[in-house]
C-alpha cells in the first residue's frame, strides 16, 4: 500500500519529532497499512504515526462510467459551489442532483445568489430537466430571480400515476412531504405523523380511509371529490377579495385559510358578497408540479400512514 500514496509538502512537527505527510484518496471500506512511508529509504525502525482522515463531500464510488468521472475532477473544483456544480452536472444520478438541489434549497437566497457558478448551474438544469427535480428547479429559480423557459411537465393523470404504482418509492414519497422546501409542501395545510398544520384534512391515518387510486385522484383532481367543508369561498370586502376555506366563523369574524396555507382573518361586517363554489380549496397545480412519478411515491407513502396517531406503517 506504500506505494499509493503520494508525499506531500505538508509536514507536522511536534516537541521531539516531525512527520513528513503522504495523502491517498481511498474508495469506501478500503484498507491500508500503518507504515512503509519514509524518507529515509528505511521501513522499519519508525515507532510513532499519525493517520490523518479528511471526509470527502459525497461517497460517489465508480460504479458507472458517470461516476468515475466525478472523483479525480473533484479536484480541481474550487469552492463549495464550484464542487456542488461540478458534482451535479457530472454525476448523471437523479437521486445525487437531487440532493443538491436540497442543500441549495436550505440556503439562505441572498447568500446563495452571490454565486454565479450556482445561477449558471441552474439556468442549464432547467432547459431540459428531469421531471423529478422539476419542482426544486422551479423554486430555486423563483428565489434567485433566474428568468429561464422551463418547458413545463406534462400535467399528470390518474392513469399516468397507476401506471406506476408498481415501482413508487415510499421514502422518497416521505421525503417530498417533510424534506426541507420541498415541491409538495403538504404540511402548509396539512398535519402528517404529528407534524404540520391542521388546515386541511389530517391525513395521519389516510392508508386506512382510502385506498390507492382515491388518494392518487385527491392530489391530480382534489375537485372531483371534496371533503366537507373545504369548498372553496370567494369572500368580496371593502377592501379585497380572498378565497379558501373556512376555519372558523363566528357571527363577527371569519377565519380563512387560503389556497397558499396563510390564514385571513376577515370581520363579518366588512363583507360585501360571498360566494360558494363547487371547487376544493386545495390547488389542483400540483399534478402540474409533480408530474406522475413523484404523484405516485406520493400516494405510495401516503398509503402506508395507517395509524390513526399518525405513526407510519409499512
Known amino acids: 500500500m506504500a506505494r499509493a500514496f503520494t508525499r506531500t509538502d505538508i509536514k507536522l512537527s511536534t516537541d521531539d519529532a516531525e ?3 503522504f495523502q491517498e484518496r481511498l474508495k469506501k471500506g478500503a484498507t491500508f497499512v500503518v507504515g512503509g512511508n519514509s524518507t529515509d529509504g528505511r521501513d522499519g525502525g519508525k515507532s510513532n504515526y499519525t493517520v490523518i482522515f479528511k471526509p470527502v463531500l459525497t461517497d460517489l464510488q465508480p460504479e458507472s462510467a458517470a461516476a468515475a468521472d466525478v472523483l479525480p475532477a473533484l479536484d480541481q473544483a474550487e469552492g463549495w459551489d464550484g464542487i456542488l456544480s461540478h458534482i451535479f452536472e ?7 442532483q437531487t440532493r443538491i438541489l436540497d442543500i441549495l434549497l436550505g440556503f439562505d437566497a441572498n447568500d446563495l445568489g452571490q454565486s454565479d457558478l450556482v445561477k449558471r448551474l441552474l439556468a442549464r438544469a432547467s432547459k431540459q430537466p428531469d421531471s423529478r427535480l422539476f419542482g426544486r428547479l422551479l423554486q430555486l429559480n423563483s428565489q434567485l430571480g433566474i428568468e429561464v423557459a422551463m418547458t413545463p411537465l406534462e400535467p399528470a393523470t390518474i392513469d399516468g400515476v397507476l401506471a406506476l404504482t408498481d415501482r413508487a418509492d415510499a421514502d ?7 424534506g426541507s422546501k420541498t415541491a409538495a409542501a403538504c404540511l402548509i395545510c396539512h398535519r402528517i405523523q404529528g407534524q404540520g398544520q391542521n388546515l386541511g384534512p389530517d391525513l395521519s391515518g389516510i392508508g386506512l380511509r382510502s385506498d390507492l387510486k382515491t388518494i392518487i385522484q385527491s392530489i391530480v383532481e382534489p375537485s372531483a371529490v371534496i371533503t366537507e367543508g373545504y369548498r372553496l369561498q370567494v369572500i368580496e370586502t371593502d377592501v379585497s377579495t380572498i378565497s379558501g376555506a373556512v376555519l372558523q366563523e363566528t357571527d363577527s369574524v371569519i377565519l ?3 389556497q397558499q396555507g396563510t390564514l385571513e382573518r376577515i370581520e363579518v361586517g366588512s363583507i360585501k358578497s360571498r360566494q360558494t363554489l363547487d ?3 386545495m390547488p389542483a397545480t400540483f399534478s402540474v408540479i409533480l408530474g406522475n412519478e413523484q404523484i405516485a411515491d406520493l ?3 401516503l398509503l402506508a400512514c395507517r395509524h390513526p396517531s399518525g405513526e407510519s406503517t409499512n
Do not use: H, K, Y
Not at 457530472?90 to 437521486?95: N, Y
Open 19 to 21: 512527520f513528513t505527510l
Open 90 to 96: 457530472t454525476c448523471e444520478d437523479v437521486q445525487t
Open 172 to 178: 422518497r414519497g416521505r421525503e417530498l412531504i417533510f
Open 256 to 258: 380563512l385559510v387560503t
Open 279 to 281: 371547487q376544493s380549496s
Open 299 to 301: 400516494a405510495a407513502f
